[in-house]
């Protein structure tokens, strides 16, 4: 190969180009409409424009993607990880082309890609399984039938596809018959094919896997094991190598199983079985996954083995150097998923341009980023930002490097979910190494310590600093000078700002000369704070004696800020006077960009906190947009069927206390 085709986007795309051109490759990106100003394209040596922003029409489209890679001559494509990665027809639809498919061969993605498959062919390779059901007759009856002789509780899977996609779990028999109705039509929906499979569910199980590599000499070693246990919505957002409840015996009797699982099928490449660990040690297999994963980072940072090159050098048919003994991890690793995404709001997805955005750069630390400043996040593709990595000589040097790294991640622009991973690393259940699959769950369910602190604490400095940088640019522009503004003597002036499209805050703003500002905030705490340096987007601040930072993006209608412990999206609701404050209704404003289904309220309607307002679909779900405040509706924007974007505004009520 010269040339190689990353059939990706994002994070994965920019890891693939820029280990193909430490290798001395070619590379060409392809990319969406909404993509063209992505990271990955502006990386690549070339780039092809391949449809629209629906994935359909562009990422899944595997004769547009074969087509760009005959226009420009390329010799092989990499899939990456989702889209096509493990579309069995789309591997031979490369060879059939003449190009090389970077991964393995397509009937063992056919065989790994279908989960009744997958079991059978496990189990005749002498595999732990897990109890369950995967047989041909997938009537209703039958269905209920096998779940009751397995035993609830019980996992029902859509035996194509994964990601969560429909999975459902079932621990009482009179939900049993609409869960599977349900299931059957959330995996015909995604996955063109409505079979399910049955298991017995593992209650506080573990999720492992084992990472595999393969040449296509019928050589395949292991390279250890990932616990990836923390899950929401069974997707994983923090991983790590290796697992802290796994000794030397069980990692050897899982790496063995896994090497044995991929030479029963001829596996060539990447790959990773993955397992579910009971509390009594039993582990069984779930899955295989033919391709690279999310979390390969983690592996590759103890070992020290690049599982992209490999992929290269084992498609050109390179024989692995490596030895099982030569396989050697002495040191521990944690990955955390940044998403665009409000953990708050049951990790509703956030979409708009990225402002601004910092990785940290230190001893230890991998930020493997797949956004650039400028770049829309549209609500076509995963949420996924970038992936915070890493490495210590023990796991507890990890984690706390991790904290750090995620501190000093800025993203200004869509909401991310960085406070919560920083909540769960430091939650006592974690630093215990006793994090199983139902743990964030369980802890959000029960409004946990995890909950509440990222919930609760909106902090005040960044509200009390966001309120003063919408005085920074009117002194510098007469056109927006405030009433109450003087160069002499005290002035007092307003502003109004809703946190997040959320909470409101009313903030009453003191400026004497040579004192600092005095900022009061809903009529409770009052503020000094001092400004002692503004630097472009990063501003120094003293409060209480104590000098902070924080970086802020500050436009007509928006501020945008993060500290080290918080991000804000504030929409300034420009008052001057404490009449107009008074009278200035509350806005409800769009979560999220979405369609408008149901508009739920009428002109002059009252309506009390919580009360639902509209109803958004977005990303294949239905979001309700509740009251903020009790009071009533004054004006309505929206209509049903219209789209929106995030910020928009919904709906303005008259508050009433």
Known sequence: ????????????????????????????????????????????????????????????????????????????IHPGYGFLAENADFAQACQEAGLI?????????????????????????????????????????????????????????????????GMRLVQSIDKLAAAI?????????????????????????????????????GHTIHLGERDCSLQRRHQKVIEESPSPIIDELLRQQMGEVAVAAGKAIGYVGAGTIEFLLAENGSFYFLEMNTRLQVEHPVTEMVTGIDLVKWQLKIAEGESLSLLQHDVIAT??????????????????????KVKFCQFPEAEGIRCDVGVNPGQMISSYY????????????NREQARRRLIWALKQTILLG??????????????????????????????????????????????NQLIALAAISTTVLVKNNERYRRQGWRNSGE????????????????????????????????????????????????????INGVTEHAYLIVEQDRVYIASQTQQLNLTKLRVETKEQLQQVSSRVSAPISGCVSKVLVEINQAVKKGDKIAIIEAMKMEHVIAAPVSGRVMQIYIKSGQQVSAGLKLVDLQKQE
């Open 1 to 76: 190969m010269n040339k190689i085709l990353v059939a990706n986007r994002g994070e994965i795309a920019v890891r693939i180009i820029n280990a193909a051109h430490q290798l001395g490759y070619q590379t060409v990106a392809v990319y969406s409409e909404v993509d063209q100003n992505a990271l990955h394209v502006k990386l690549a040596d070339q780039a092809i424009l391949i449809g629209k922003a629906n994935s359909s029409e562009s990422y899944l489209n595997s004769s547009a993607i074969i087509q760009a890679a005959k226009q420009v001559q390329a010799d092989g």
């Open 101 to 165: 498919f970077i991964g393995p061969s397509p009937e063992a993605i056919h065989m790994m890609g279908n989960k009744a498959l997958a079991k059978s062919s496990m189990k005749a390779a002498g595999v732990p399984c897990i109890p369950g059901y995967s047989g041909e007759d997938q009537q209703l009856t039958t269905l209920q039938q096998q779940a009751q002789m397995i035993g609830l509780p019980i996992y029902i899977k859509a035996a194509l596809g994964g990601g969560g996609r």
């Open 181 to 217: 109705e349900a299931a059957q039509a959330e995996a015909q929906s995604a996955f063109g094919n409505n079979r399910l499979i049955l298991e017995k569910a593992i209650t506080n199980g573990r999720h492992i896997e084992v990472q595999i590599l393969a040449d296509q000499q």
């Open 331 to 352: 040191q521990h690793s944690i990955e955390a998923r940044l998403y665009a995404e409000d953990a708050v709001q049951q990790f509703l997805p956030q979409t708009g």
């Open 382 to 393: 995963d949420p996924m930002l970038a992936k915070i990595i890493a490495v210590g000589d």
């Open 414 to 459: 869509p909401t991310t979910n960085r406070q919560f991973l920083v909540e769960l690393l430091q939650s006592p259940i974690f630093v215990a190494g006793k994090a199983h699959c139902q743990f964030i769950e369980q802890y959000l369910a029960e409004k946990s310590e995890i909950t509440k602190r990222t919930e609760n604490t909106t902090n």
């Open 491 to 542: 002035s007092v002036w307003y502003c109004r700002l809703q946190v997040n499209n959320k909470e409101v805050f009313n903030c009453k703003l003191k400026k004497i000369p040579q004192q600092p500002y005095q900022i009061t905030i809903s009529n409770q705490e009052t503020v000094d704070l001092e400004i002692i340096s503004v630097e472009k987007h990063l501003w120094h601040y003293k």
